[in-house]
C-alpha cells in the first residue's frame, strides 16, 4: 500500500521533532510511573510531568490535525498540498485520523498502565485513553470539514472539548460502566471518522461554500460610489486596524464561554447560601448551587482566554513563513513606539469589552435567575421565586460594593496583562521566543516549586511562606536585570528613551502601590489567616509585596517595541 | 544642484555567510526614472528593502531625503509609495476600509484624487481584497501608493504575474509621477522592455554587485552586436577587450561589444578582421549579455 | 496622432518618435500650425518616459520641424514639409547607399541596377493603381 506510506512518509517527514520530543516525554513520565506510585511522587514534580504531558497531547493534536489555514476562516485546515498525491480521499481523511488516535491512545494507554502496575488500585484502564483519541478525532472533523462559516470552528472546538468533558464527567460520577463508556467514546471516534472523510473529500473537490454577510451582489452599481471619510488621524486608523485584527476575539470568545455558562441555568438546581456577606435579620441569601460553584471559575475562564488570545489564536502582523512582518505594516509611516503601543491599547479596549460583556451577563443572570433566603440554622425561609436582584440587593453595603469594584479592577487588570505580555514574543520573529517562552515559563515556575519542595525542612511545610516570599522576591530581581538587559540591548536604536523608561516605571510603580494598598485594605481576613497557619506579619507582609511587584508586568511590556523594532528593520 | 532623493554608499549586507549586497554605491537624483535589474537573487529587493528602512545597513549608509530610513520611518516612509510584487494586503479589509485607513498615515493625500482612481481602475469599493483577482489588487496597492503623490515610487518587481492591462496601468502611473515636476521613481522588473520604455537611468545587479549604472542612453550606445570577418579561419575565439561573450566559427565570429566603437574598429583591424555586420541591441540583449558574461 | 513606439528596434526611442513625426508631415497627414498632443498626454499614450518625448520634441524644435509657443505648446512649424521632405531624402539616400553597397558586392552593374529599379516601379505602380 504505498499510497498509505507516502502519507505516512510525508506526516514523519514534517513532524519528526516534534513526534520524538512527545515520545520522549511520554516514555519518560510511563517509566517514572511504573517504578514509583503516583501519592510517592512529589506534588510539584507530579504537576510539572502532568502539565508536560498536557503539553505533549497539544503537540500531538497540532501535528496531527495538520492545519494549514488559521482558525478564523471557513474553510477546510486540511493541507492541500497533500490533495495533489494520487491517493484515494478517504485514505487522506482516514489515515492520519487512524495514525493520530493511535498514537495518542499508546501514549495514554502506557501512562496508564504504568501507573496500574505501580500498585495503584482505582484506576480506570481504557476510557481515559479513548477519551483522549476521541478529543483528538472529534478535532479534526472540525478543522477538516468546509463548513463555510468564518470562526465556526473556534465554537465547535469549545463545544467539543466542552461537551466531551461535561458527558465524562456526568458519566464518572454517575457510575457509568467502563464498557459503556469506551463504546459510546469508540462511537464519537467512529462519527468523526465518517464526518472527516466527507469533508475532506469536499474540500478536495472544491466544493466549498463560504457563507458571507453581504449579500450584495458582486459587481459594481451604477451610481457613483459614497464619498470616503478620512479618519481624523493616524491613531485612530492604526486602533482600528489593530480592533478589526485581533481585538474582537477576546470578546467573541468570552460571549461564546458565557453563552455556554447560561445553558445550565435552565435546569433545577439546589440552593447554597453565600456565607460571604454578613447576614441580615439572621438570613443568608442563597444563590443556585451552579451558580455559586462555577461563577467563580468563569470569572477565571477570562484572563485565561485572554492567555490563549495573546498565545496566538488570533491574526497577526507576522508572516507565518518567515516571521518576518507583512510588509504593509512594516511600511507604514510610524514610529516603531506607536505601532507597539497601540497593540497594547487594543489589548486593554478588548479586556474592556469582555469584561463589560460579562458584567451584561450577570445583570441578566441577576435579572433572571431566582433565589431566596435561608436562616442562619439553615432551616428554609422564602420560596424561591424572588428575582436574584431582589435577594442581593439589600446586602451590597459599601465595603461589598468597593471589594466587588476592586476585585473586578484586578480581574481587568489580570485579562490585560496576559493577553498584553505575550506580544514581544510574537513581535520578535523568532519562532523558538513564540513557543519556548510560554513552555519554557511555566517549566520554571514547576522547577522553583521542586526546589522549594527539596530545600524545605523536615517538619515544615513545603510551601512555607519565608520560601515563598523569597522565591517572588528574587523574581523581582530578575525583573530588575531583566530591565538592565533589554535597555542594554536596544542600546543605540533609540526605542527606549530615558523618558519612556521613566513613565514605565512611574506607572509600574503606581499601579504595584495602589494594588498592594487595595490588598492591604481589604484583605485584613485574608491575612490572619494566612497568619493563623504559621508566618509572621513581616513575611506576610514581604510576600504579599513581592507577588505584586513581580505580577504587575513591566519588562515584558517595554520588550514588545523593542522586538518590533528589532524584526521591522531585520527582515 | 539638489540633494540627492538615495544616496547609498558602500553598503554590503550578509546574510550569513551569504554577502547578498557587496559595496554598494548607488546615487538617485530627484525628478529621474531609475531602472534596477538583474537576475533572481542579485540583490534588487535586498537593496529596495534598505531604502525602505525594513533592513539596517551593516556596512555602509543609506539615505532617503537626507535621512536614515531606520531612524526616521514617519517623515522618511510617508513620502515614499511602495508597491511590492507580493501585495501583502490584509486580505479582511475591503477596499473602501484600505483607502480610508492609509489616507490617515499620510498627510499628503489626496481623497479626489484617491477616488478618481477608484473609477479609472475599475475597482469595487465594497469588494473584499481576498475577493479581488490578483490584477485587482495590485491595482488596489497601487492606488494606496499613488494618492498621496510621493515624492519617491518605489516599485519592487511590481508587474510579476500581472496580466498586459494591469502593466499599463503600472507604467502609467510611473508616467504620471515623473511627470509632476521633481519626483522619483525608483523600480526593479524583469521585463527589460518596461524598463526601457520608462526609465532615464539603468543599474545592472549582479551577485550584489553593481556591474553597470548609466543613463540608458549611453548604455545602448555603448553596446554594439558586432560581426568580425577575419582573414584566416580561427579555431578558438579572439581575445577583444570588451567583448562579452564570441559566438561562430572559422573566419566569422559575432560578439556583443561593449566599449566605445573607435577602439573596436582598431583592435578589428589589428586582429586582420573587418566588421561586416553591426546593429544596435535591445536592453533585453544587453542584460543577457552582461550578466551572461563571467 | 497615431505613432507606434517598438523598443526591440535598436533605435533609442525619441529618435523614433522623431522620424514618425517628420513621416507624418511629410505624408500630410500633419499639416502646418497642427499643434502637437502635450508632452504629458503623449508619453502617457505612448507609455515612455516623459523625458524621452521632451528630447524628441527638442530635436524637432532645433531640426526647425516644429516651433514650441511659450504658454500654448507645440505647432508644426510653417516651412515644416519643405523640410521634413529633405529629411526624408536624406533617409532614402542612407537606403540607397546600402542598396550599392550590396549591388557591389554582389558584383551588379549600376545600369542593371537602375533597370530593376524601374521594372520594379511600374510593377508597383499597376498594383497601386
Not at chain 2, 49 to 76: I, M, T, W, Y
Not at chain 2, 173 to 201: C, M, N, P
Not at chain 3, 19 to 36: M, V, W, Y
Request: one cysteine or more; a positive charge.
Amino acid at each position: 500500500m504505498t499510497a498509505v506510506r507516502g502519507v505516512s512518509w510525508a506526516l514523519w517527514q514534517r513532524h519528526r521533532v516534534v513526534l520524538l520530543i512527545v515520545a520522549g516525554v511520554v516514555g519518560t513520565f510511563s517509566s517514572a510511573l511504573a517504578t514509583n506510585r503516583i501519592d510517592r511522587i512529589p506534588a510539584p514534580v507530579a504537576g510539572m510531568g502532568l502539565l508536560l504531558l498536557v503539553f505533549a497531547y497539544l503537540a500531538l493534536v497540532g501535528v496531527f490535525i495538520q492545519p494549514d489555514a488559521d482558525v478564523a476562516t471557513g474553510g477546510s485546515s486540511y493541507p492541500v498540498h497533500l490533495f495533489v498525491l494520487p491517493v484515494r480521499t478517504w485514505i487522506l481523511a482516514l489515515w492520519p485520523m487512524l495514525v493520530g488516535t493511535a498514537a495518542v491512545f499508546l501514549a495514554a494507554e502506557s501512562v496508564l498502565l504504568a501507573d496500574k502496575s505501580s500498585g495503584t488500585e482505582a484506576v480506570p484502564l481504557w476510557w481515559p485513553a479513548l477519551f483522549a483519541s476521541a478529543l483528538l478525532a472529534g478535532l479534526q472533523a472540525i478543522f477538516w470539514y468546509p463548513l463555510g462559516i468564518p470562526y465556526s470552528k473556534l465554537v465547535l472546538t469549545f463545544l467539543h472539548i466542552g461537551g466531551l468533558a461535561v458527558a465524562a464527567g456526568l458519566a464518572v460520577s454517575y457510575r457509568v460502566g467502563e464498557g459503556l463508556m469506551c463504546a459510546g467514546l469508540l462511537g464519537i471516534i467512529a462519527v468523526s471518522a465518517v464526518i472527516a472523510s466527507i469533508g475532506v473529500s469536499r474540500a478536495r473537490r472544491g466544493d466549498i461554500r463560504i457563507f458571507e454577510l453581504d449579500r450584495r451582489p458582486s459587481g459594481l452599481s451604477l451610481q457613483a460610489p459614497a464619498p470616503i471619510r478620512a479618519y481624523p488621524g493616524s491613531g485612530p486608523a492604526q486602533s482600528w486596524y489593530e480592533w478589526r485584527l485581533h481585538g474582537i476575539i477576546l470578546p467573541m470568545m468570552v460571549a461564546a464561554l458565557f453563552g455556554l455558562f447560561c445553558i445550565p441555568l435552565t435546569v433545577k438546581d439546589t440552593y447554597t447560601p453565600v456565607t460571604l456577606v454578613a447576614p441580615l435579620g439572621g438570613l443568608y441569601p442563597t444563590i443556585p448551587t451552579y451558580v455559586a460553584t462555577y461563577l467563580p471559575l468563569l470569572f477565571v475562564l477570562v484572563p485565561f482566554a485572554a492567555w490563549i488570545v495573546g498565545c496566538g489564536a488570533k491574526r497577526t502582523d507576522v508572516k507565518r513563513g518567515d516571521h518576518t512582518f507583512h510588509l504593509f505594516f512594516a511600511t507604514r509611516p510610524s514610529s516603531d513606539r506607536t505601532l507597539a503601543a497601540q497593540k497594547l491599547w487594543c489589548a486593554a479596549k478588548s479586556s474592556a469589552v469582555a469584561w463589560f460583556l460579562v458584567l451584561l451577563g450577570l445583570a441578566a443572570i441577576l435579572a433572571g435567575a431566582r433565589g431566596g433566603y435561608q436562616s442562619v440554622g439553615q432551616d428554609y425561609v422564602a420560596p424561591y421565586r424572588l428575582p436574584l436582584s431582589t435577594v442581593i440587593l439589600p446586602y451590597l453595603d459599601e465595603t461589598t460594593v468597593l471589594r466587588s469594584v476592586a476585585i473586578l479592577a484586578l480581574l481587568i487588570l489580570w485579562t490585560w496583562r496576559n493577553y498584553a505580555v505575550g506580544f514581544w514574543t510574537e513581535l520578535s520573529g523568532s519562532l523558538w521566543l513564540r513557543y519556548g517562552y510560554p513552555i519554557g515559563g511555566l517549566l520554571v515556575a514547576s522547577g522553583v516549586f521542586t526546589l522549594l519542595y527539596w530545600t524545605a525542612r523536615p517538619g515544615e511545610s513545603w510551601l512555607s511562606f519565608s520560601l515563598l516570599a523569597g522565591a517572588f522576591w528574587v523574581c523581582v530581581l530578575a525583573k530588575g536585570v531583566g530591565l538592565l538587559a533589554l535597555l542594554r540591548y536596544q542600546r543605540g536604536t533609540g526605542v527606549l528613551t530615558p523618558r519612556i523608561v521613566a513613565r514605565a516605571l512611574a506607572s509600574y510603580a503606581a499601579v504595584s502601590g495602589a494594588i498592594i494598598l487595595v490588598l492591604f485594605a481589604l484583605t485584613g481576613i485574608v491575612r490572619s489567616d494566612f497568619m493563623s497557619i504559621g508566618g509572621s506579619p513581616l513575611v506576610i507582609d514581604s510576600l504579599f509585596v513581592g507577588a505584586v511587584l513581580f505580577w504587575v508586568p513591566l519588562v515584558r511590556l517595554l520588550a514588545a517595541p523593542v522586538m518590533l523594532h528589532h524584526n521591522r528593520h531585520r527582515s | 544642484m539638489e540633494e540627492p532623493i538615495i544616496e547609498i554608499k558602500g553598503l554590503t549586507r550578509r546574510f550569513g555567510r551569504n554577502t547578498a549586497l557587496n559595496d554598494i554605491d548607488l546615487t538617485v537624483r530627484p525628478g529621474i526614472v531609475m531602472g534596477l535589474v538583474g537576475e533572481n537573487g542579485a540583490g534588487k529587493t535586498t537593496l529596495i528593502k534598505h531604502v525602505l528602512g525594513l533592513l539596517c545597513a551593516q556596512e555602509g549608509s543609506v539615505r532617503v531625503f537626507g535621512k536614515d530610513p531606520v531612524a526616521n520611518p514617519e517623515s522618511v516612509l510617508s513620502q515614499i509609495g511602495y508597491l511590492s510584487e507580493e501585495g501583502d494586503l490584509p486580505m479582511w479589509m475591503r477596499v473602501r476600509e484600505l483607502i480610508r485607513y492609509a489616507a490617515a498615515f499620510y498627510p499628503t493625500w489626496d481623497m479626489d484624487y484617491a477616488q478618481r482612481l477608484l473609477r479609472e481602475f475599475s475597482l469595487d469599493p465594497d469588494a473584499k481584497l481576498s475577493k479581488l483577482s490578483k490584477g485587482q489588487r495590485s491595482r488596489a496597492g497601487l492606488l494606496v501608493a499613488m494618492a498621496y503623490r510621493p515624492q519617491l515610487l518605489l516599485l519592487d518587481e511590481p508587474s510579476s504575474g500581472l496580466d498586459p492591462i494591469v502593466r499599463r496601468d503600472i507604467l502609467g502611473a510611473i508616467i504620471r509621477t515623473i511627470a509632476d515636476d521633481g519626483r522619483t521613481v525608483l523600480f526593479s522588473s524583469h521585463l527589460l522592455s518596461e524598463v526601457e520604455r520608462v526609465s532615464d537611468r539603468i543599474a545592472i545587479l549582479k551577485s550584489g554587485r553593481i556591474l553597470l549604472n548609466d543613463t540608458l542612453e549611453n548604455v545602448k550606445q555603448r553596446h554594439v552586436r558586432v560581426t568580425l570577418l577575419f582573414s584566416a579561419a580561427r579555431e578558438s575565439p579572439p581575445d577583444l577587450e570588451g567583448s562579452l561573450g564570441w559566438s561562430g566559427g572559422k573566419r566569422e565570429w559575432s560578439t556583443t561589444y561593449f566599449g566605445p566603437i573607435t577602439q573596436l574598429e582598431a583592435a578589428a583591424a589589428a586582429m586582420g578582421a573587418r566588421i561586416v555586420d553591426r546593429h544596435g541591441l535591445s536592453l533585453d540583449e544587453i542584460f543577457v549579455a552582461q550578466v551572461g558574461a563571467a | 496622432m497615431n505613432i507606434h513606439i517598438s523598443e526591440v528596434d535598436g533605435v533609442p526611442i525619441y529618435l523614433q518618435i522623431v522620424n514618425q513625426i517628420k513621416f507624418l508631415i511629410a505624408s500630410g497627414r500633419l499639416s502646418p500650425t497642427d499643434e502637437l498632443p502635450p508632452i504629458r498626454s503623449l508619453a502617457e499614450q505612448l507609455t515612455v518616459n516623459p523625458n524621452t518625448v521632451a528630447r524628441a520634441y527638442r530635436e524637432l524644435e532645433l531640426a526647425g520641424v516644429v516651433t514650441k509657443k511659450r504658454t500654448t505648446g507645440t505647432y508644426v512649424s510653417e516651412g515644416a514639409s519643405r523640410l521634413s521632405m529633405e529629411e526624408c531624402k536624406r533617409i532614402l539616400a542612407e537606403r540607397i547607399d546600402a542598396l550599392l553597397a550590396e549591388a557591389k558586392h554582389m558584383d551588379i552593374d549600376i545600369e542593371d541596377v537602375l533597370d530593376l529599379v524601374r521594372a520594379r516601379e511600374e510593377i508597383f505602380r499597376s498594383e497601386v493603381a
